[in-house]
């Protein structure tokens, strides 16, 4: 399949967007993007340090500035951080070139997914779970700007992946 536009993938930590990115590029025969990671690699630094020697509203000012970029790609996949289309103006740039695909998980899902690692600052707090009902609750009205939502409980890499070609290839 010969897309035009981006695939945009956002969600929440732990919903997969960066192992389904890869796939669906693999799948499409087109690159991947992760924001976060061309973010580390052009802090030299990893997301945890940035938001500890930084802070958040640093990061958030370096997450804009990467996604204005990404969102003039033409027929990639690009994966976002979850917080990044919080701002109107990121989700304003990626509509633009791309259609935009939610991943949705449970919080348990998405617990047993990011409890192994401490690579999210935003989720090194005690009480994870009630942490990550809170965010999700906060940012529902954001992720429901989503042009597409794909629930991922109980499904593999690929099986997203192949629900996303489907329902992608079937749009006009
Ligand atoms: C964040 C999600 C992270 C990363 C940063 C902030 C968020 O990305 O951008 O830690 O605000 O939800 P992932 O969603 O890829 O984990």
């Known amino acids: 399949m010969n897309i035009k536009k981006n695939i945009i993938l956002t969600g929440f930590m732990g919903t ?21 990671a061309l ?16 802070g958040e509203t640093r990061f958030r000012e370096l997450e804009r500035e990467v996604v204005k ?5 033409k ?26 695909i939610n991943l949705t998980a449970s919080p348990e899902v998405i617990l047993s997914r990011v ?3 401490s690579d999210r600052p935003l989720l ?13 609750e906060k940012r529902a009205p954001y992720y429901e700007k989503a042009d597409i939502t794909v629930n991922t409980d109980g499904k593999t890499t690929e099986q997203v992946a192949e629900e996303i070609l489907r329902i992608v290839s079937s749009k006009p």
Do not use: C, H, W
Not at 69 to 73: I, L
Not at 124 to 136: A, F, N, S, T
């Open 16 to 36: 997969g967007k960066t192992y389904t990115g890869r796939a669906l590029a693999r799948r499409l025969g087109t690159n991947f993007i992760d924001t976060d």
């Open 39 to 54: 973010i580390e690699k052009e802090a030299g630094i990893p997301i945890s340090e940035i938001f500890e020697k930084f």
């Open 69 to 73: 970029r990404v969102s003039a790609e």
């Open 75 to 100: 027929g990639m996949v690009i994966a976002v951080g979850g917080g990044a289309i919080v701002n109107p103006d990121n989700l304003a740039a990626l509509k633009r070139n791309g259609l935009i």
């Open 115 to 117: 409890e192994r690692n």
């Open 124 to 136: 090194q707090v005690e009480d994870k779970v009630g942490k990550i009902k809170e965010l999700l």
